[in-house]
C-alpha cells in the first residue's frame, strides 16, 4: 500500500513556473513507477509524465515535453514535476500516481492516486 499526497499548486501567469511534489508514504517506494496526471473541467483525466523506480527511464506527453521536467528522490520518498513556460491551457487538477513495476500511459494501469493540486494558469 501507498498513500499520495500532492502539493505545490497555486495559480500563476502564463509564461511562470509551478514546481509539484507528490509525498509516498510506505518503505517501497523505490520500487514504484511514478507519473503524473491531469483533468481539466469537462474532460478526461490525461497523461502528462512518468518515471521509472530508478529515474532512468522516463516518458513525456507532447504536451510537456520540453516544458515540464519530472524526477524523484528515492530517499525523501518523493516524486516532483517543474513545469515551465506554463500556458492557460495546462489548468487542470494535477494528479499523482504510483504503480509497482513498469509505467504506462493507461490510466487503468496505475493503481494508487493522490488526492490532486489544482494549478490555475492565468492569461
Known amino acids: 500500500q501507498v498513500q499520495l499526497v500532492e502539493s505545490g499548486g497555486g495559480v500563476v501567469q502564463a509564461g511562470g513556473s509551478l514546481k509539484l511534489s507528490c509525498a509516498a508514504s510506505?518503505?517501497?517506494?523505490?520500487?514504484?513507477?511514478m507519473g503524473w496526471f491531469r483533468q481539466a473541467p469537462g474532460r478526461e483525466r490525461e497523461f502528462v509524465v512518468s518515471?521509472?523506480?530508478?529515474?532512468?527511464?522516463?516518458d513525456y506527453a507532447d504536451s510537456a515535453k520540453g516544458r515540464f521536467t519530472i524526477s524523484r528522490d528515492n530517499a525523501k520518498n518523493t516524486v516532483y514535476l517543474q513545469m515551465n513556460s506554463l500556458k492557460p491551457e495546462d489548468t487542470a487538477v494535477y494528479y499523482c500516481?504510483?504503480?509497482?513495476?513498469?509505467?504506462?500511459?493507461?490510466?487503468?494501469?496505475?493503481?494508487?492516486w493522490g488526492q490532486g493540486t489544482q494549478v490555475t494558469v492565468s492569461s
Open positions: 500516481a504510483a504503480e509497482r513495476g513498469g509505467s504506462s500511459r493507461n490510466i487503468k494501469a496505475w493503481g494508487y
Open positions: 510506505g518503505r517501497t517506494f523505490s520500487s514504484y513507477a
Open positions: 518515471i521509472n523506480w530508478s529515474g532512468s527511464f522516463t
